[in-house]
């Protein structure tokens, strides 16, 4: 399958990410449901949060899967699946302020945990994706790592953001799709500096 996926275009990559947003926006378009805004909020949420979380798995499959295709492609890949993060992040602020309908109403809410870890994490995601380009990584050089570093910190509020949705009421499905990132992580740490080194041959 990613032998196949390796051959493919960036214009033939970004269209299979852009599939579940054109589907999103007919039925916004098209829906004669009143709170179809609001209902479209969480879903776009959620695509961002697997973007996000996909992308960052790439680097410790690759390390814990090395040689595999599937892995590789991903790593390829990742600025693609960081922008269609970012994508689908702005497409659910943009529904959630439909949704609103005044500045005021989102004000108000602006103290509740949820909804300030959301606004943080959308705020981070605006100048990674900004940066994304060949050519921003030319001109950042050393510092272009560094800077996309704050994607951990966007994905932790991107967590407390979705887990803490209704009061904690059902935070399960957050914990679910960021337990794969977690566990790789905690593989990359433990690989990286809490193994075992080798003695080299006296």
């Known amino acids: 399958m990613f032998s196949r996926l390796s051959f493919l275009s960036p214009y033939w990559i970004w269209a299979l990410f852009a599939l579940p947003a054109a589907l999103i926006l007919n039925d916004a378009l098209t829906s004669e449901n009143a709170r179809i805004f609001h209902r479209l909020v969480h879903p776009t949420g959620e695509f961002s949060a697997r973007f996000m979380i996909v992308a960052m798995m790439a680097t410790p499959l690759t390390l814990m899967f090395r040689g595999w295709r599937g892995p590789q492609w991903l790593k390829k890949n990742r600025r693609y699946l960081g922008v269609a993060a970012f994508g689908y992040a702005a497409l659910h602020t943009v529904f959630y302020l439909i949704d609103k309908s005044s500045m005021a109403r989102v004000i108000d809410e602006l103290p509740r945990l949820y909804i300030w870890t959301g606004w943080l994490a959308f705020a981070i995601f605006i100048p990674l994706a900004a940066t994304s380009t060949d050519y921003f990584v030319r001109l950042l050089g050393p510092y272009w790592k560094p800077m996309q570093r ?38 990359r740490i433990w690989y990286w500096y809490l193994k075992p080194k080798k003695l080299g041959a006296s």
């Open 150 to 187: 704050w994607t951990y910190l966007a994905a932790v509020l991107t967590l407390v953001h979705w887990a803490s949705l209704h009061n904690w009421r059902d935070p399960m499905a957050a914990i679910i799709h960021f337990a794969p990132l977690t566990i790789l992580e905690a593989y």
